[in-house]
Structure formats: C-alpha cells, structure tokens
C-alpha cells in the first residue's frame, strides 16, 4: 500500500555540528586557596563582626549611661537647682537661711540704712494657724512640705517683724502657676490674706499677735518650691493701725502709718534678704557638689 508521503522526494541529509551533542565544557572553577588562606580570612571576617558589635555596644551602653545620669540628677540644671531648693532645709545651717544679723543700705524710707537683729527661731513645723484661712487656702495646692520661721527687730527695738520661708510641695509648674494666681488677682495686698506673726516670749516680740500687724509682704518663687513672707508690726504691742500690703506702704508719696513708720519697707526687705539667702545656699550647694 502506498502513500503521499512514499511518493515525495527525498531530502538531502545534512550532518549536525558537533556542538549540537556536545556543548562546550564549563570554564575552570577558580583555584581553592589553601587551608592556611581560608582560616586567615575567616578570622579577619569574624574579628570585623565582632568589632561591630562591641562598637555598637559600646555606644549602646555611653548613650543609656547619660540618660541614667540625667534622670539621676533630675534633668536639666535648672531643674536640679529647683529640686535642692526644697531639701536645702534639712541640711543648710538656720544661721545661712535666718543671719542672727541682717544690714541692707537704701532698705528703709528715703534710702536709709536698716539693721536687724534675729531675736527668736520657731521650730520648723508644718502650716497649720501660719496664715489667715484664706492665704491657707490660697497657697494649699502648692502643698507645704515644711514651714521655717524667724522674728526680728530693727535697731531701736520699735518694729518687730516675723520672716517665714514655706517650702511647698509642688514642681515648677505648680509654682508658676500660684505666682500667675497671686499676680492676677493681687492675693498679696488683700487684708484677709495676711501671714500671721511668730512671737517668741521674753522678747521685744512678745506681743505681737494678729491685731498688731500693720504690713506683710508675699513672694511666690518659681526657681525654687518656696514662698516667702515677711509681716510686721510695733514692737508696743499697740492695736488699731490699719494694715497694708508692703508693695502699696513703700511707694514714694504714702502717708499711712505703716508707709511713715518704715513698716513697709521693713517687710519687704526682709523677705528679699531671706528669699536672696535661699537663692545663694542653692548657688554654693551646686558649687560644692559639682567640685567633688
């Protein structure tokens, strides 16, 4: 039987090339260094991770180090004077905080020059009967940590006045935010927000209680947890002088009694030399320590 593909003519035959059955060899592999090579760069290679390693620990370990150091001395340096300012108490002498002797040029009327002897120091305590109750509820978000006190006398033993350093138990923000109180609804010139008196017995303060104050003063500090105050009244023991606000009896031109006794003027510088002998144990508290 035949068929179309029996009838068709034959092709020609051609040989494939070699190539097409044998395809060429694989190029040489490159030559094995020697054991000796292979251990040197290995070794090299390790070392190097190794390093790495270290390095990273290295600075891992400087990086957590400073922030330890940080959170350990309380942040920045106004942070860390901020926080001695309320220990400073438990370790400063009375004698730095309340000089058995104070002296201050242009303190008094007309720029005349004020000494003050120290005749008395309260035990510190807390606030309890410090202040009238409404300077006790003022000042009660700020907390009270300790209250230290002293009473003075001036010269001629006419004028008594009692300085009162209350450390508070607030940060910085607490304080701000007491001093904007003070300030904006002027908590220091009200009459029913007065500190009261310390009154040692056997001394020219003696007397002085509540009816005698004829002038304070009230600063609110925000570099440190403390407010300061100073009140001060006739060594006499006399009632009925009408009290005002060191910050209105000191100006130039006031004819009340407590502006022409120098009353004013006597709270108001006490309590800076106070609130100034707070600054200045911070300052060489700071200076000691960072010299160790």
Known sequence: ??????????????????????????????????????????ARTLSAAV?????????????????LADRADGGTAAERDFARGGTLWRTVPVDDLFPPVL?????????????????????DSGCEEAFDPLLEKALAPAGCTRLLRATYTDATSTAVTTVGLLVTATGSQGMRDLRRRFADERLDERTD??????????????????????????SVLTDAPAVVYAVTGFADGRTGTP?????????PGATTVPAQAGLGHEAAALAGRVESGLREAVRQTTAQEGSR
């Open 103 to 123: 002296r201050a040029d242009a303190a008094g009327p007309g720029g005349a020059e004020r000494v003050w002897t120290r005749i008395g120091v309260a035990p």
């Open 243 to 251: 009290p005002q606000p060191a910050a209105l009896a000191t100006r």
């Open 51 to 67: 390093c790495l390693v270290l390095g990273l620990g290295l600075i891992g370990g400087a990086l957590a180090g400073s922030w």
């Open 193 to 218: 927000l007065m500190p009261r008196p310390y009154a040692p017995r056997g001394t020219v303060a003696e007397h002085f209680g509540d009816a005698q104050r004829a002038s304070w003063a009230v």
């Open 1 to 42: 039987m035949s068929t179309e593909a029996d009838r068709a003519p034959a092709l020609p035959v051609r040989p494939l090339p070699a190539a097409a059955c044998f395809p060429p060899p694989p190029p040489p592999l490159p030559p094995v260094p020697p054991p000796a090579v292979v251990r040197r760069a290995g």
